[in-house]
């Protein structure tokens, strides 16, 4: 730790000795396989006596607890001039420096184990890398506030950001930082009267919407997707282990077709309220606060978590809407910063789990004062319904021919309802298309049976481009992709089967930052 020593530093520190079980459930995972390998191996082999299968498991719980507490001994950090310093590692030593303007967000949780030992979970996430560059998972409550405090820059503090990008930091983030430099004055000067009318402001989200979002997200229906594969596998998964008995399981079925939708109706209910049960306990307690330049979110009944982020850092808005939610007209609002979308597409950063969408623009007044709710949207030309279509019949049909081979008697021709449902979808993709130039942001809406909207500032686009499939060419249209920075890749919005001109005269009008049109 004396590498770490430099004048008027602080110490450094190590995680609570809880961490320590962390480090073992992590090191467990990581080492998991090759343990189930060595003991499948000494079971079928026969001249491996039995009684060694117990000595190796005790010599992996022995090895795991030895590098579970080497691993707390040798992580250390420090905080030194809003940077923090982290060194880590048992046998190869890596040691990471963070400066304060390349922090994203910090998130703090507490977890079951943590809440009883007075300590939290601390996540510090920056531009160039798509996973977490520190994870604490016990510092004490003070401390984790005061790295916290010093980490998260806010935009009201007045420093420029330092000269040049970190080593290794992917191209998208490093644009995405220098766009930040460029644009931090505007951000000031443009926010500044803003910023001065909402200081500070706060929204929590009310009981009875915590349980109408939950009770309508899409994620239960997943669940019961999920549990309905693993159902039809419980059979060869019991069997493998001699626990299935094909006549008591017969016995338990319904005999009749009412009973099997009493059966079904119950399955349904019951994981829909299992799963109702632990959205909200999840989102229990969320509370959004603006103070100053910064916004501090909060939620969590039985792991609370705290997300912290630099309005400055927030790169575009996006508003999602699924059927249920737009029957009653609500949306969840999330914030696209640098480590909020996933590999998977999804973003989440939650600014609002549910409001309704007269509120949007007053919400976003309050908390992101650069995000503008359009008044209106332009639409696509009616000589753009083939290109939206196109696509999802092409699925659908190509999934609806093995389901004619395969589905047996009268019930196979149940498999033409996939490109109905492939039609419907891409013409309310059509339906729901649209864009917005204006107030320094461009608008984009999409989507099929979900509505989404995102609210991109201008300043915050790293870069465009036009795309043109043959179908596209032989109608003049393309397709207008705008790229915002992410964490170590870009997040990407696109404008679909507009006519080419217009997409061009697009790109011309955000490159120059401009809502007018260019002169003929």
């Known amino acids: 730790m004396t590498n770490f020593e430099i004048s008027g530093a602080d110490a450094p520190k190590r995680q609570h000795p809880i961490s320590i079980l962390f480090f073992i459930v992590k090191i467990g995972k990581d080492l998991v396989y090759p343990m189930i390998a060595v003991l499948l191996s000494a079971a079928i082999r026969d001249d491996v006596p039995s009684w060694w ?10 090895a795991f607890t030895v590098l579970g507490v080497l691993s707390w001994l040798r992580y250390s950090y420090r905080i030194e001039r809003h940077s923090l310093y982290v060194e880590h590692g048992i046998f190869i030593r890596k040691r990471l420096s963070i400066p304060r303007d390349r922090v994203q967000s910090v998130d703090m949780s507490s977890g079951v184990v943590q809440r009883l030992f007075g300590v939290r979970k601390l996540v510090i996430e920056t531009a160039g890398s798509r996973k ?14 005061r790295i916290r405090a010093a980490m998260v820059k806010d935009a009201t503090d007045g420093e420029a950001p330092d000269a040049g990008a970190p080593d290794g930091e992917s191209e998208p983030a490093r644009a995405a930082v220098e766009a930040d430099r460029i644009s931090s004055a505007d951000s000031h000067a443009s926010g500044s009267t803003s910023a001065a009318r909402h200081a500070d402001a706060a929204h929590r989200l009310s009981p009875g919407r915590l349980l109408l979002y939950s009770a309508t997200s899409g994620r239960i229906f997943l669940s019961i997707a999920i549990i309905g594969a693993l159902y039809s596998q419980v059979e060869d998964i019991l069997g493998m282990f001699g626990m299935y008995d094909p006549d008591a399981a017969n016995a338990m079925l ?50 609370k978590k705290q997300f ?18 737009r029957l009653f007209g609500f949306a969840s609002v999330s914030l696209v910063t640098f480590a909020s979308i996933r590999d998977d597409g999804q973003i989440n950063s939650l600014l609002c789990p549910l409001v309704p969408v007269r509120d949007i623009p007053a919400l976003l007044a309050d908390f992101v004062p650069d995000a503008v709710w359009p008044d209106a949207f332009e639409r696509p030309g009616r000589n753009a319904v083939t290109g939206y279509i196109a696509r999802p019949l092409v699925v659908g049909a190509a999934l609806a021919v093995p389901g004619l081979i395969w589905i047996p008697g009268g019930l196979r021709w149940t498999a033409l309802a996939l490109p109905a449902i492939a039609l419907l979808f891409g013409l309310l993709r059509y339906r729901h298309a649209g864009w917005r130039l204006r107030d320094g942001q461009i608008a984009v809406r999409f989507g099929g049976f979900n509505v989404e909207i995102a609210l991109i500032p201008r300043r915050r686009i790293q870069w465009l ?14 397709t207008l992709q705008i790229f915002t920075a992410s964490s170590g890749f870009a997040a990407k919005w696109q ?10 005269e697009l790109m011309f009008r955000l490159r120059k930052k401009t809502d007018v049109p260019p002169a003929p």
């Open 53 to 62: 299968i117990p000595v190796i498991i005790a010599l992996y719980v022995v």
């Open 132 to 145: 977490p560059e520190v994870v604490m998972n016990a510092v004490a409550e003070a401390e984790a506030e």
């Open 254 to 303: 319904p005999r009749t077709v009412s009973g099997w939708i009493a059966v079904a109706i119950v399955a349904f209910v019951v994981i829909w309220l299992l799963g109702t049960a632990i959205i909200a306990a999840k989102e229990y307690g969320f509370t959004v606060e603006r103070r100053g330049g910064k916004l501090l979110i909060r939620r969590g009944l039985l792991e």
């Open 308 to 325: 912290s982020v630099a309005l400055e850092r927030i790169q575009a808005v996006h508003v999602h809407q699924n059927p249920l939610r």
């Open 465 to 478: 481009r036009i795309k043109t499939t043959p179908l596209q060419t032989r109608r003049g249209l393309a």
């Open 495 to 504: 404008i679909r089967h507009i006519p080419e001109p217009l997409a061009e």
